[in-house]
């Protein structure tokens, strides 16, 4: 019996090349929780096959921009002359529906979304080491030796910043990771704060 | 991979009747966990049977005195004339040999130790509603009117108590709740204020 019925809003974030996306992959593929991606808003244009509020929110420019100034994104980026962030609203309803919403995202846009979303969970992946990072970096084997290098000095620079984060979890193994992050989101629900209110209104504590 | 390598002092408490002890066993079945008990100190004599340091430490009233004008114990308390007490230093031994020390307490002695040990993780143990526990109390069968009333009336005045707490766990089943400790364990050992350390010496954070 969960005290607490809103769901949380789970942020799984670390530095360049850990494995985030695999480890949040693995966390989807596990069985009997109620998961939900964060879904962006974007200014670009679909692309063939995307659907609108499955892939993206698709926006006007001139709507994100009221969006901005309105205080409407947990968190927004501009890349190659487009916008994409979180919209609020969207991740809000899920979360009073009681789902769930997983933001993986990079340290720089998790830190913007812990300033407007104080209840928050926020999960830093770690690699067992550097060598481990490095490598898989290079594996990639897809890029460039200049793009590799600033991946890898991005990561150096977003080592130290974990200390800002809830939680701290190694990607050892994937596996290992994703259901370190089902036990942190089973505890939250637990905690305290989040389930005084159920627990008094329950037992008529006044 | 867990980066705090020091034992979780894990303090399962709730109100009278709540069914703690069953909770608490069901913890200990379950496979895979560096699991202890605390073992309390005592001065009342050795029953047959009992083993010095597997069910008390057995110490004279003078050395227990002693031990309290020291500060070494995280509660005791007096009863029908022999003391009972939670000695620091063997609970402190067996956190630093990285085992998880589990102590069940009524509500009154885990305060007291939640003043002595900031560190800890506190658990309270909710019934599902009122009705529960009070079926539970009577159903033991074994007692007076008088001895139930006034339990009951005990776990009136330790329901309110359950803010004092980190997490609050509702035993629905007995299972589950043994399950979301667990959980709760997992993922306070992944918390940042307890794995920054290692992390920072893993990545050669300065």
Not at 15 to 22: A, F, I, L, R
Not at 67 to 74: A, G, H, P, V
Not at 154 to 174: C, G, Q, S, T, W
Request: charge should be neutral.
């Amino acid at each position: 019996m969960k005290l607490n019925e809103r769901g949380l809003l789970v942020v799984i974030s670390g530095p360049s090349g850990v494995g985030k996306g695999t480890v949040r992959k693995a966390l989807f593929e596990m069985e009997g929780h109620d998961l939900v991606y964060s879904i962006s808003m974007t200014t670009r244009e679909p692309r063939e096959g995307e659907v609108e509020g499955k892939d993206y929110y698709f926006v006007s420019k001139e709507e994100f921009k009221e969006r901005i100034k309105n205080d409407q994104f947990l968190e927004y980026a501009e890349f190659v002359g487009n916008y994409y962030g979180t919209p609020k609203d969207k991740v809000d309803e899920q979360l009073d529906k009681g789902k769930e919403v997983v933001l993986e995202i990079e340290v720089n846009g998790a830190l913007q979304v812990r300033e407007k979303a104080k209840d928050g969970v926020f999960i830093f992946i770690a690699p067992p080491n550097k060598a481990a990072l490095f490598r898989r970096l290079l594996r990639r084997g897809t890029e460039e030796p200049e793009t590799i290098d600033r991946r890898m000095k991005k990561a150096e620079r977003e080592f130290p910043l974990a200390h800002k984060y809830d939680y701290i979890v190694v990607n050892d193994e994937v596996h290992n990771a994703a259901d370190r992050i089902l036990a942190i989101i089973r505890a939250e629900h637990a905690k305290t704060e989040r389930s005084i209110y159920k627990y008094n209104e329950m037992l008529e504590v006044k």
